[in-house]
């Protein structure tokens, strides 16, 4: 045979072998993530989020006074695909930057903090004290419960023993941060009065820069007394005793004379919950151990092994420790890994006891299930960068039946919860059906955008409307937070706080201490604060207050102010045929509504 008849041959061969892979090629371009199993999920992209604190600002406020600044010197940033920024009415803000997938993860954090130092010098002096951090995102590698066997033991006692486990945590190699959910802190709580601390030509930012400035801890705390315009102050640092805190120097008067703090306060010992967490309805303690982005999981939790009887020796007998919540399979990407879900749960109520009740009630409905193993219940999500809802985190029972019986769980846990708690909307992840861990996101995010935002969110309401009844999607959920809500807003006279000597700082810094338990203009009459020359100034004069409606929270992608929609495909639905769905019904309300075409919608994330 020639040389020109073998190469015949040989292309006769090889052109239907590229032809069957090419269109084996387009065969599994058309399987949508979510179809297939977890072990088989594509790697999540890498994630670094900026956080910050502007204690006393809206979130308004901080959208204009952080995320601007911060945002407009972060995006562009080298391999960037996306970002997404929270600002809430409680003064936090929080920006989550999605990379290109395998960017070196520590690299995007170096280079996100150059970005945001650039920013620093432009943000509120009280945002630059509390500091700005820019840390990775890396998903908890083990969620180990502390509880008592016995439930002889109370939550100080299990504090006390997760905060033992520090030490010997931390020691093990690869272990980047080590976290506590449902933990109380120990802390001393000063009551201050303003009648003395006015007597003695003091003001409350004479007081916190005391404290701060022996490098303690200061968190203004719920006021419960109502006859005080001051909050309790929660300081927690190296001083643990209410009769040496009470010898804290705050000023020397004119005369020479030392001011002491006990002089004007009542400093008691307490203890603040952190949120909380309960496992099987038995309240416990959660230490979170999150692996540094290089470390190799199995490696982490083999060395984990081998400090385990020294954990153990750090406990009193009737303590135990609960593994359950073991994530090491899935960041292994291993294909026979426990099974979990995550359950958002979103209530209209702000008041703690009855969320807390709530979220109990609906962690004993999802124990019954068959399929359950166990269940955790969190004030806040452990894996999410924005941890504003609370969550219950479910271990499925190991089974067979692959994604149709998970998918016939979820449906008998979406009617079992809406029967049972009306009043709350439960929206679930399913941890195990392809969703990238650590990302855990819901796989439809529908940003809204438009020139008014008023607007874009009477459409969203619409859409999510819309969307409940269509079979192409379930979970459906638009942030509530995003309504316009009355609130009263501070505005600082600036000009004639120059005119009395008054820094701007002082006056916020004023504000953070002010109770939120009543009405703002009767708790300004009796604070003051002093002016450069000496004289004792009412904060009243200095600021207006302003009455409006204004969203408890605003998100911004890319820089853009959005309504966001979240929702998974409902069971036999593609990922492509859900999104089409909310296309469609978005293109469709966009018109009834006679918006523009300046009204668009996006997708947070295309993959």
């Not at 562009?76 to 993860?105: A, N, Q």
Request: charged share 25%; aromatic share 4%.
């Amino acid at each position: 045979m020639t040389l020109n008849n073998r190469l015949l041959v040989l292309l006769l061969l090889l052109v239907p072998a590229g032809l069957l892979g090419y269109g084996a090629w387009l065969v599994v371009s058309e399987i949508d993530l979510p179809a297939l199993g977890g072990a088989f999920a594509a790697p999540a992209a890498p994630v670094v989020v900026v956080s910050a604190q502007y204690p006393g600002a809206n979130a308004s406020t901080v959208a204009n006074t952080l995320a601007a600044p911060i945002e407009k010197q972060v995006n562009g940033v080298e391999k960037m695909r996306s970002m997404v920024s929270r600002c809430s009415d409680t003064g936090s803000y929080t920006l989550t930057i999605t990379f290109e997938p395998k960017t070196d993860l520590k690299v995007a954090q170096i280079l996100v903090q150059n970005r945001v130092n650039i920013a620093l010098p432009l943000l509120p002096d009280l945002v630059n004290l509390h500091g700005v951090t820019v840390a990775t995102q890396t998903a908890p590698l083990l969620l180990l419960a502390v509880t008592s066997s016995d439930g002889s033991q109370d939550l100080r006692s299990l504090s006390l023993c997760a905060t033992a486990l520090r030490e010997t945590l931390s020691k093990v190699p690869g272990v980047e941060r080590i976290t506590f959910l449902g933990q109380q802190i120990q802390e001393l709580r000063v009551y201050i009065d303003p009648e003395k601390l006015a007597a003695r030509n003091l003001t409350v930012a004479d007081v916190l820069r005391a404290l701060r400035d022996q490098k303690l801890e200061v968190v203004v705390a719920d006021n419960q007394d109502k006859e005080s315009p001051v909050a309790p102050l929660q300081v927690r640092g190296k001083i643990d005793d209410p009769k040496d805190l009470g010898d804290l120097i705050v000023k020397r008067d004119a005369g020479g004379r030392i001011i002491r703090l006990q002089e004007f306060a009542q400093i008691e010992r307490g203890g603040e919950a952190q949120g909380w967490a309960l496992l099987g309805g038995k309240q416990v303690v959660v230490v979170v151990l999150t692996p540094t982005a290089q470390a190799d999981p199995k490696k982490v939790r083999a060395a984990l092994e081998q400090q385990w009887e020294k954990l153990r020796e750090k406990l009193p007998p009737r303590i135990t420790l609960n593994r359950e919540f073991d994530f090491t399979p899935q960041l292994s990407r291993e294909k026979n890994a426990p099974e979990y879900l995550l359950i958002d749960v979103a209530v209209n109520t702000l008041e703690k006891k009855r969320l807390a009740t709530i979220v109990e009630k609906a962690a004993v409905q999802v124990q019954k299930g068959e399929e359950i193993q166990s269940v955790l219940a969190l004030a806040e999500n452990p894996l999410d960068a924005n941890r504003a809802l609370p969550c219950l985190l479910v271990r499925l029972s190991a089974r067979k039946g692959g994604r149709g019986k998970r998918e016939a769980i979820l449906a008998a846990l979406r009617a079992q919860l809406k029967e049972a708690i009306p009043e709350a909307r439960f929206l679930i992840r399913d941890l195990s059906g392809g969703n990238p861990f650590p990302a855990c996101r819901y796989p439809l995010q529908l940003a809204l955008h438009g020139p008014e935002l008023s607007k874009v969110h009477s459409w969203a309401e619409r859409l999510a409307q819309a969307l409940e009844k269509n079979a192409k999607v379930v979970d459906v959920w638009v942030d509530q937070a995003s309504t316009p809500q009355p609130f009263q807003q501070v505005v600082v006279d600036r000009e004639r706080a120059a005119t009395m000597g008054v820094t701007v700082q002082d006056i916020y810094t004023t504000l953070e201490v002010v109770g939120s338990s009543r009405s703002l203009k009767d708790d300004l009459k009796e604070l003051k604060i002093r002016s450069k020359s000496g004289k004792m100034v009412p904060v009243a004069s200095l600021v207006k207050l302003h009455q409006g409606t204004a969203p408890a929270a605003l998100v911004r992608w890319n820089g853009k102010l959005v309504v966001l929609i979240t929702a998974n495909p409902a069971p036999g639905a593609s990922l492509r045929d859900s999104r089409k769905a909310m296309e469609s019904l978005a293109q469709q309300l966009r018109q009834e509504l006679q918006l523009s075409d300046k009204y668009q919608w996006a997708w947070i994330h295309e993959d």
